[in-house]
């Protein structure tokens, strides 16, 4: 069955339902924004086609998890799909028509939750739950959001074009380099090393991106000689 199109959500779509879970949530929960929807948070872009959500332990994500599916979401089996695939997500889920018919709605909702590593590559470090600023409570949800450092970073290491995309939207705002070049040298130290040429070849793809022909601006050297390096 071939999938509607994608829709896109503001925050107040976002909070109404981020609110509806708190609602449902047996369990205190500490979730933290890092994609689009962060990117909403901190007036960088409108809309965003999902909300991305890291929850730093699995019986957070479990409990998230048992909420969503009683509340008209379905668990997507993203199998070989290209773009989703590499997210290596906890869980994808997706608003669904009620009775499980398997048959997404044409506004439907999408979460993308993490536990604790996104992309299957950089950890979700005690830096990063440092520098999130606390965004909104729902009763047993409590919500922050990542720096713009660190969601640059996540958007970095991704292969999804469109994140790529985002990373311009950044690089048009003030960000402080020594935090990304710290964060960065401290997720490669700590990063296995069959997962390295993974985030070379994402970093050095995003690089060529940002730097590309017809655009003025370049990225710290300093940042560049440690993707090098890698």
Request: aromatic share 10%; glycine share 6%; charged share 30%.
């Amino acid at each position: 069955m071939e999938r509607p199109p994608e829709p896109e959500h503001g925050l107040a779509d976002i909070n109404r339902f981020l609110e509806s879970i708190g609602e449902k949530l047996s369990i205190q929960v500490n979730a933290y924004h890092i994609g689009g929807n962060a990117m909403c948070i901190h007036g960088l872009k409108e809309t965003t086609r999902d909300s991305d959500l890291v929850v730093l332990d699995i019986s957070a994500a479990n409990e998230f998890k048992e909420v969503l599916l009683r509340s008209n979401f379905i668990e997507i089996d993203i199998g070989d799909d290209y773009e989703y695939g590499g997210l290596d997500a906890f869980g994808i889920f997706e608003e669904n028509m009620p009775g499980d018919t398997r048959k997404p709605i044409p506004n439907r909702m999408r979460f993308d939750i993490f536990v604790g590593r996104i992309c299957g590559l950089f950890n979700f470090s005690e830096g990063m739950v440092k520098r999130s600023k606390a965004h909104k409570s729902y009763k047993n949800l409590e919500t922050y959001v990542c720096s713009k450092e660190d969601i640059f970073l996540f958007k970095a290491i991704t292969t999804r074009l469109r994140d790529r995309e985002d990373l311009d939207r950044f690089i048009q705002t003030r960000l402080d380099w020594k935090s990304i070049i710290s964060e960065l040298e401290y997720q490669l130290d700590t990063l296995h090393s069959d997962k390295l040429p993974v985030v070379k070849e994402a970093l050095e793809k995003s690089i060529i991106y940002i730097e590309g022909e017809g655009k003025s601006y370049h990225l710290p050297s300093k940042f560049k000689e440690i993707v090098d390096n890698i």
